[in-house]
């Protein structure tokens, strides 16, 4: 074990004595023609997958910085993860199943929808030139060769900080990052091909993935004006179907990024996604000595229920469809969190991003 990683352990330890059982509630993208390949991909359903709700101490010890296999139980079977360019198809515990490298420009992000079964993945094609790709797989494990999907034109961001969400129906993927020096997200309506983008204000910066709620209503989206304290950057709700495009400031704002009061005060959201009920999102929060994860309202903003550390590195979250188990990812790791505990799916990645 690492001089880090105990230094996390007994961070971690003393902390989780203070926290009260029971405080956390659980967490409810003309074609050429493509190779028509196929990969066998046998996955094990092998997870760890009880209410997050436990995360609190067990035996006065917090144990969601130990490395723990899943233990038995129901929740995702598959994930899939970008490393320098590749996309990597693993099973529930992380195990390295298939490589899929891409056909012109590399992998850069990844988002999930449908349980699992289809992934849209991000390739940089150029300068400020983003497509996407579909990768579907079959009943029998098997997955097909990722299919280009159509759009009226390149989504123009850079590859540098792509970060992706689709839709729960798959019709509508939200690709957020800069061109140059200008910050925007986009939504590509797989359907028709067609692309909506609304560009941040001058010196604004999108930090993190974007949100959609389960109703396909909002997106949610961070930024922050780099000239101000990032802990009173908002996180926006924008409604891509009232609005065409244009100025993201003119979104509604849901809540400033810093956490004002209560023992999260003075910490700062770094990463969000919206839970499967819509009520509320999963964020995590960064202080000085540790990070935590917690949930806030996603109509108020307000924090609900407690929280629970986690390792520093996590810059995203994604919940799985039950809400019931997480994804962490940030700084080359990826780790999953189930019942408490935190399992290391992958370290020392580059460019990562990961989605089930």
């Known amino acids: ?14 902390t989780a004595r203070t926290v009260e059982p029971g405080t956390l509630s659980p967490l409810t993208a003309p074609a050429r023609r493509r ?33 723990s296999p899943p233990v038995s139980g129901t929740g995702p079977s598959r994930m899939v ?19 899929i490298p891409a056909e012109r420009g590399p992998y850069v992000a990844v988002a999930a929808y449908g349980a699992g079964r289809t992934f849209y993945l991000a390739a940089s094609e150029g300068r400020c030139a983003i497509s996407l790709y579909r990768l ?9 060769a990722p299919q280009r999907v159509r759009a009226d034109a390149p989504i123009e961001i850079s590859e540098d900080d792509t970060a992706m969400s689709v ?34 204000p001058t010196n604004a910066n999108l930090r993190y993935a974007p949100s ?22 908002p996180i926006l709700l924008l409604d891509p179907e009232e609005s065409m495009g244009g100025d993201l400031s003119k979104a509604r704002v849901l809540r400033p990024a810093g956490i ?8 700062r959201i770094e990463a969000f996604a919206y839970d499967p009920d819509g009520r509320t999102m999963t964020v995590v929060v960064s202080l000085d ?49 189930d019942d408490g505990r935190l399992h290391w799916i992958a370290r020392g990645l580059d460019n990562v991003d990961a989605a089930w």
């Not at 579907?136 to 097909?144: E, K, L, Y």
């Open 260 to 267: 004002q009061q209560g023992p999260l005060k003075g910490g």
């Open 136 to 144: 579907s797989f079959r009943p029998d494990g098997t997955v097909d």
């Open 81 to 99: 993860t970008i490393d320098d360019g590749t996309a990597v198809i693993r099973d529930a515990t992380g195990r390295k199943v298939a490589g």
């Open 212 to 233: 959609w709620s389960p109703d396909g209503r909002t997106l949610a989206v961070f930024w922050w004006d780099v000239r101000r304290n990032i802990e009173k950057a």
């Open 167 to 200: 839709s729960r129906d798959g019709t509508r993927v939200a690709v957020s990052g800069a061109c140059e020096t200008t910050y925007r997200v986009s939504v590509l309506d797989t359907r028709s091909g067609g692309i909506r983008s609304w560009t941040a």
């Open 35 to 67: 190779s028509t390949a196929k990969w066998a991909v046998p996955l094990t359903a092998a997870g760890a997958l009880l209410v997050l709700a436990a995360a609190i101490a067990i035996g006065g010890q917090m144990r969601g910085h130990r490395q």
């Open 289 to 337: 000595a540790f990070s935590a994860i917690t949930r806030i309202s996603a109509t108020t903003g307000d924090p609900v229920g407690g929280f629970t550390r986690v390792p520093t590195f996590a810059g995203g979250v994604r919940p799985d469809g039950s809400g019931h188990h997480l994804l962490l990812f940030g700084s080359g790791e990826v780790a999953r969190v």
């Open 1 to 14: 074990m690492t001089r880090t990683e105990d230094l996390l352990r007994d961070a971690l330890s003393a």
